[in-house]
Nanobody, 126 residues
Framework: QVQLVESGGALVRPGGSLRLSCVGSGFTLSHYAIGWFRQAPLGKERELVSCFSSSNDYTYYSESVKGRFTISRDNSKNTAYLQLNNLKPEDAGVYYC??????????????????WGRGTQVTVSS
């Protein structure tokens, strides 16, 4: 059974940092493209924040997070990460990781991803 589990969300002050984790089970995470999405507020479509292809030859960051967020993975732990630095109030939301079976990252959106975790809440407030 394919499963993704996010963790690491918390309440932080503006300028703070967090590291989100996405642990995969039931499949080999490195064989998939992994995307991190943000949904804020709930009910709106999830916005792609960052992703990388399965071959690691393409990495994407949205303009709003470029230079502040870093996506990575540890294949030995079957885990992907999103490092969030210099957090701003507009970064708040539920962060989800998704896995895309074709290994693509470029020009992908929520509908392209095949497996999802249940999300982790990030709140940025003073």
């Amino acid at each position: 059974q394919v499963q993704l589990v996010e963790s690491g969300g918390a309440l932080v002050r503006p300028g703070g940092s967090l590291r989100l984790s996405c642990v995969g089970s039931g499949f080999t995470l490195s064989h998939y493209a992994i995307g991190w999405f943000r949904q804020a507020p709930l009910g709106k479509e999830r916005e792609l924040v960052s992703c990388f292809s399965s071959s690691n030859d393409y990495t994407y960051y949205s303009e709003s997070v470029k230079g502040r967020f870093t996506i990575s993975r540890d294949n030995s732990k079957n885990t992907a990460y999103l490092q969030l630095n210099n957090l701003k109030p507009e970064d708040a939301g539920v962060y989800y990781c998704g896995a895309e079976v074709l290994g693509r990252c470029r020009d992908t959106a929520q509908s392209d991803y095949d497996y999802w975790g249940r999300g982790t809440q990030v709140t940025v407030s003073s």
